[in-house]
């Protein structure tokens, strides 16, 4: 069988690579060989979404993280040629945006391995945001580029990146939400969790550099959440860096009128979207959660990827910079109904994405 090798670090590339693996073990042609890069290592960031969403057990553990970005990446970049020169993969498959998925396809690239990018062509025209680096270069060195969106392919063609390396397979974090969304909802019936108010709440998710690192828009964005909470509870699970940043800037007492639960399990976090009245959050991968269990959506940012569910109302863009604002915006969210829109395929993404790959890599 021929072996793909599987580069996955962050959270959301676990979910996302949740869903392919399914494909990869219904494949008699490929074999998955799986490396996590440690970029991310809680048992709360990591490990329960192996345990609660099957992935297999990872064959590599390059325990890399911490330090800044090009030392991470740098550190990356080395271990994995290793791995590639040792496992010798007919294709590397990378997913989304970390510095895990630049590392991968950089490696594989010097060591002329063909590389497949999940999640390939999004843009946010943002070159300030280490993420829009990481896609832009990943992209460029891929040989197989797998889109989400009508937009992400434009985006490609306007870059100069079209014919037969696009393939738009749809979104997997779609696949992932229909097959473990549907399983939430059945356990859900009847049942509230200790964190979950009755009635409505907000739940909040905070994490991305632009905001954490800058103090103004961490304090406007606490603050904001603050006021929100005096009309409706607010549950935010905590990512490590935001609770990191805000005791560096001294604004810890902003956490004091919200609901600050450690970072969730995908079911935990699932089933709370799910009852949530609005969503508010800095996340790629929320702002689509968001919109497949429709509930409305204030991301707390200057522009997003995801630009299909803005148009569709769906979601509003808040820049973090007024905190009366911000509240406003999100409790006038409530309620808020966006257009009956299908961006994200037909939620087989992942069994395209196998397909795609048997095609070209299978000997
Ligand atoms: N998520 C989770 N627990 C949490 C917060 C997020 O399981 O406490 C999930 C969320 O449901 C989504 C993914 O993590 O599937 C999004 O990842 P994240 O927000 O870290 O990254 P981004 O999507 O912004 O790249």
Redesign the pocket.
């Known amino acids: 069988m021929s072996r793909i090798l599987t580069i996955i670090g ?3 590339q676990f ?1 996302k690579a949740a869903a392919v693996s399914r494909a990869f073990q219904a494949s008699s042609e490929l074999e998955e060989v799986i490396v996590h890069t440690g970029q991310h290592f809680d048992a709360n960031m990591s490990d329960i979404f192996f345990e609660e969403m099957g992935i297999p057990r990872p064959s590599y553990n390059l325990e890399i993280s911490g330090g800044s970005h090009g030392q991470m990446t740098g550190r990356m970049l080395e271990r994995l040629e290793s791995v590639m020169q040792e496992v010798q993969p007919s294709a590397v498959l990378v997913y ?2 970390t510095n895990s998925t630049l590392a991968g396809a950089l490696a594989a690239a010097k060591l002329n391995i063909p590389i497949a990018h999940v999640e390939a062509g999004l843009r946010s025209f943002n070159r300030a945001m280490p993420e829009e680096i990481n896609r832009v270069l990943s992209d460029q060195l891929s040989a197989v580029l797998l889109t989400p969106t009508d937009t992400a392919t434009k985006n490609l063609e306007r870059e100069g990146i079209s014919g037969a390396r696009v393939v738009q397979v749809g979104d997997v ?1 779609y696949d992932a939400a229909l097959f473990f969304g549907g399983k939430v909802a059945e356990q859900k019936e009847g049942q509230t969790s200790p964190e979950t108010p009755e009635g409505q709440f907000v739940l909040a ?1 905070i ?2 550099q632009e905001n954490t690192d800058v103090p103004e828009r961490l304090r406007a964005i606490f603050e904001g959440l603050a006021i929100v909470a005096r009309t409706l509870p607010v549950v935010l ?1 905590l ?1 490590p860096r935001t609770r990191g940043r805000l005791a560096l800037a001294g604004l810890e007492d902003l956490l004091e009128p919200l609901t600050v639960v450690d ?4 079911l935990d ?2 089933a709370h ?1 799910q009852s949530a009245s609005v969503i508010a959050t800095d ?4 702002q689509k ?1 968001a919109f497949f269990y429709s509930v409305p959506c204030v991301t707390l940012r200057d522009e997003t990827e995801w630009v299909e569910l803005v148009e569709a109302g769906w979601n509003t863009l808040v820049p973090p910079i007024d905190a009366e604002t911000i509240a406003r915006e999100i409790l006038g969210a409530v309620g808020r109904k966006g257009a009956d829109v299908i961006p994200y395929g037909a939620g087989n993404a992942s069994e395209l994405i196998v397909a795609e790959l048997a095609k070209r890599f299978a000997q």
């Open positions: 962050a959270r959301p979910i989304g945006d974090m998710t994490h991305r699970p990512h970072p969730m399990g995908y976090m699932v979207e996340s790629g991968g929320v959660e």
